[in-house]
């Protein structure tokens, strides 16, 4: 008897369950349409372009420094010509490093930057979640499911209410 219960029991909280709403959206197409995201792009890219600047500046230094060694080369001593590689080898590697941290760098302000607009969009789809009596909603960005029964597209209703066209 008890194994009964147990049995139609889950064969109603099956039928509930199957019976809930489920939506999907674009998460990374919703983003990327908000006005912030634009802004925050921008910012991005005005950071980079400072790193970048001031990369260049090391890399004109090393340039300059590899053209005076290859035209004074042939008049220095042995222990002369290794100090300047040396040299040249250790302005190789703090172009290398600062790549790397700039690269480091913007990665973290990105973050920084898409934490709020992400957070935002997704409160927009946690009120559509409420509005709309939906269970689960999906983000079909990254084709994780494959094949799934019909379901609503929710990108049109979260533009909306984010004012987006």
């Given at each position: 008897?008890?194994?009964?219960?147990?049995?139609m029991?889950?064969?109603?909280?099956?039928?509930?369950?199957?019976?809930?709403?489920?939506?999907?959206?674009?998460?990374?197409?919703?983003?990327?349409?908000?006005?912030e995201?634009?802004?925050?792009?921008?910012?991005?890219?005005?950071?980079?372009?400072?790193?970048?600047?001031?990369?260049?500046v090391?890399?004109?230094?090393?340039?300059?420094n590899?053209?005076?060694?290859?035209s004074?080369?042939?008049?220095?001593?042995?222990?002369?010509k290794?100090?300047?590689?040396t040299?040249l080898?250790?302005?190789?590697?703090?172009i290398q490093?600062?790549?790397?941290k700039?690269?480091?760098?913007?990665?973290?302000?990105?973050?920084e930057?898409?934490?709020?607009?992400?957070?935002?969009?997704?409160d927009?789809?946690?009120?559509?979640?409420?509005?709309?009596?939906?269970?689960?909603?999906?983000?079909?960005?990254?084709?994780?499911v494959v094949?799934?029964?019909?379901?609503?597209?929710?990108?049109?209703?979260?533009?909306?209410?984010l004012?987006?066209?």
């Amino acid at each position: 008897m008890k194994y009964l219960y147990s049995l139609m029991t889950l064969c109603l909280i099956t039928i509930g369950a199957s019976a809930q709403k489920t939506a999907y959206i674009n998460f990374q197409q919703l983003v990327a349409a908000m006005p912030e995201s634009k802004k925050a792009g921008d910012s991005l890219q005005k950071y980079a372009d400072q790193l970048n600047a001031d990369g260049q500046v090391m890399v004109a230094e090393y340039t300059k420094n590899l053209v005076e060694f290859d035209s004074l080369a042939k008049t220095m001593t042995d222990p002369q010509k290794e100090i300047r590689v040396t040299a040249l080898k250790q302005q190789q590697a703090n172009i290398q490093e600062y790549k790397y941290k700039m690269e480091e760098k913007v990665a973290i302000r990105e973050q920084e930057l898409l934490t709020p607009i992400v957070a935002k969009a997704k409160d927009v789809l946690k009120a559509l979640l409420k509005e709309k009596g939906y269970a689960l909603v999906l983000d079909n960005s990254r084709d994780a499911v494959v094949v799934a029964n019909e379901a609503d597209d929710l990108l049109p209703l979260a533009k909306a209410k984010l004012g987006i066209k």
